[in-house]
C-alpha cells in the first residue's frame, strides 16, 4: 500500500512537470530601432524628411533676414518719421514676427505629417516581417528589446538578423 501511495505520487509529478512543461511559452526578442535604423527605406525616408526640414528651414531664415533687415531700416529712419508712422511699423514687425512663428509651426507639423506617411509602410513591413518570423519559428511571444522598451533582460532568442534576411537586407 506504501509502495502503491508513492508510485502514484511518483506519476502524478511526473505528469504534472510534463504540464508544466508543454504550457511554457516560447519567448524571443527583436531590436526593432536598430533593424529599421539598418532599412534602405528608412535611409531614404530619413533622407526626404531632412530635405524637407532644410527647405522649411531656408523659407523661414530668409523670412527672418528680411524681418531683420526692415526692423533695422525702419530703426534707423524712425527719428524722421512721426509717431504714428512708427507705431505702423512696429505692428508690420509684431506681425512679421508672428508670421514667422506661425509658419514654424506649419513646418513642424508638415514634418511629422510627411514623417508618419513615410514611417508607416515601413513600420508595417516590420511588423509583418516579424510576424512571419515569429509563427515560422514557433514563438508565442516576440518582444521588442530596443532601449526604452521596459525590457530589461533580453537574454533568450534574438531574431533580428532572421528578420533582417526576410525583409531582404
Known sequence: MKHLKTLVIAVVIAVGSMSFANAQTKVAHIFVDKLMSEMPEMKAAEAEIQKLGKSY?????????ELQNKAKLYENEAAGKTDEEN????????????????AQQVAAQEIEKKKMELLEPILKKVNDAIQKVGKDKGFDYVLDASAGSGIILADGADITADVRTALGF
Not at 57 to 65: L, P, V
Not at 87 to 102: F, H, L, P, T, V
Open 87 to 102: 507705431a505702423k511699423r512696429a505692428q508690420e514687425i509684431q506681425g512679421m514676427q508672428a508670421n514667422i512663428q506661425q
Open 57 to 65: 528651414e531656408a523659407d523661414i531664415r530668409s523670412t527672418y533676414q
